[in-house]
């Protein structure tokens, strides 16, 4: 949709303009469509509620989720070992993803110096993500179901890992800065990497995290879940810009220190396979706890039939 609207402005300065206020009005009437459907559906389970349709399951009082703040959440997770490896499983997602894209959001910028031109290629790199994204969720649920838990929670960072690897060597070995068509290049195979890391993620990263979470205790699971969602996303967004601004302080600028990007991406992904291995033990051990009561009781009810 934005690549439709910015095709559709003419060139010059006002185009960029003139495709955000297109994509701006078709955000509000989207916002507004929300709103409608939301007292729709409202006055609905209200006539469902009066008329005495609605199930026994759903008179039940919904449990809140616990607010909890950062110290709080660093707190629980420091005394969960599980959790804090689910932790670690999502900073180093945040913190990888935002390394890469960071790099090839500045070529991009380089390559495509006319906003309208950037804004036709951000357009068409989101619904290249959204297609990658339906194509490969098929595969990663069977990925799952096929080759169990560990071999999913491992596929996402070993392939970010794989993609990222020509996309940082084109990076270093090229003067992408001088040659425009390396630049060109780079932002390519930039561009692949960064759809299909977004596009695993989507498909077997929020599963597989999700999943993680079910052989949990409820108290562990609520409270475990609200402090990952508080902590661990700040800390992966925040902790690539204080890498970003770090590197940028020291090479002057993103591209020339593209060599520490790699080596910090790579130590966070290592970091991010040892935390799978260690989450996949344990992941793995409660779930057999979890199936020995539902076998002795399988147990009993045979002897008792035999009998």
Known sequence: TVAYFAHMSNDGDDSFGLALQYTTMLVTAAGACLFVLYHIIGVLDEQDEKLGRKGEG???PKK?????GMLESFKFLVTQRYLAYLCILVVSYG???NLTEVIWKRMVK???TNKKDYQIFMGNYSSMVGAATFVIIFFGSNIVKHLGWTVG????PVLMGGLAAPFFAYV???DVSKNKAALMTAVWVGCVQNILSKAIKYALFDPTKEMAYIPLDAESKVKGKAAIDVLAARIGKSGGALVQQAIVIIF???INGAGCVAAVFYVTISLWIYSVFGLARMFEAKIAEGKKPAEETKA???KEKAA
């Open 58 to 60: 759903a008179q039940k």
């Open 64 to 68: 809140k989720k616990p607010k909890m």
């Open 95 to 97: 913190l990888s993803i």
């Open 110 to 112: 380089q390559a495509y």
């Open 153 to 156: 929670a491992l596929t996402t």
């Open 172 to 174: 270093l070995m090229t």
């Open 252 to 254: 002057g600028n993103i």
């Open 300 to 302: 009993v009810k045979d």
